[in-house]
């Protein structure tokens, strides 16, 4: 009998990725595959590594180099296969085990005997992640260029999704029992840039949804607070937003400058 388990590691994984983990999850299970706790007796090994920043990436790559000692099919996901694929190469990983965040596809050549990655949305429901909030990804990729962060090259440039998309994956999530609901993505506040909207327009669809919900709002970049200030003001006195993240970092122009926020301390 063929093993069947999958042993999945995370590194440091933060709440937007839980959407990608949660529909390979499913994925796998759509085609046969179970899900183990215990590494030992599992054929395959799916690895999600942060390489945010220089401290995270060090660190998946010495957790890569352990999971490597159990003589598992290897796969390398999420950022850290973007930033050190070249290392990993010359380390004699396969490449084609090595899967950028835009790259998720690639598992059909190993799991997709029965269903495709880019179907599993279409023919199932998805947990959006262990979590007691409904996360919900708006949009995936940065429009930011900061000196300090690696995101952008990782994620890409922004995409978001459909207003439509957005308010019925809402309404699930309020129809599954949660009252709590998270925008999540890795620049929310770029939201619908590439479609000629703002965050502002599917926000204000959002807060006229006829349900009770709390909102919850991260990585929201403080130039799009200050750019969307009044049209923020109105929507926050609606009493729907519960929780907003915004990345503040510094209050000094010049190191402003030097992180390349494109924002001055006065605002």
Avoid: W
Avoid at 207 to 213: A, G
Avoid at 240 to 248: D, E, G, R, S
């Amino acid at each position: 009998m063929i093993n069947k388990l999958v042993y999945i590691k995370l590194h440091l994984v933060c709440g937007r990725r839980l959407v990608d983990i949660a529909k390979i999850t499913k994925y796998l299970e759509l085609n046969g595959y179970t899900i183990t706790d215990n590494v030992l007796e599992s054929q395959f090994i799916l690895f999600f590594g942060c390489s945010f920043h220089g401290v995270h990436e060090s660190e998946s790559l010495v957790e890569i180099v352990e999971l490597k000692k159990y003589n598992k099919q290897l796969f390398i996901l999420d950022g850290i296969a973007t930033t050190a694929r070249q290392s990993l190469i010359a380390q004699g990983f396969d490449n084609s085990k090595i899967i950028s965040l835009q790259e998720f596809s690639k598992l059909d050549k190993y799991f997709g005997h029965k269903y495709k990655f880019e179907d599993i949305d279409k023919i199932s429901k998805i947990q959006k992640g262990k979590t007691d909030k409904y996360i919900v990804q708006v949009c995936r990729g940065c429009v930011g260029i900061c000196s300090f962060c690696k995101e952008g090259t990782i994620v890409g440039n922004i995409q978001s999704n459909s207003i439509d998309k957005c308010i019925d994956e809402i309404k699930k999530g309020l129809d599954l029992g949660y009252m709590d609901i998270e925008l999540s993505g890795d620049d929310v506040g770029a939201y619908g840039l590439d479609k000629g909207m703002t965050i502002i327009t599917l926000l204000n669809k959002i807060i006229k949804i006829d349900k009770p919900f709390n909102l919850f709002l991260n990585e929201i970049n403080v130039g799009f607070l200050i750019k969307h200030m009044k049209s923020f003001s109105k929507i926050y006195k609606t009493g729907k937003i519960k929780h907003l993240t915004i990345a503040f970092q510094s209050g000094n122009d010049r190191i402003l400058n030097l992180m390349n926020r494109n924002i001055i301390e006065k605002n």
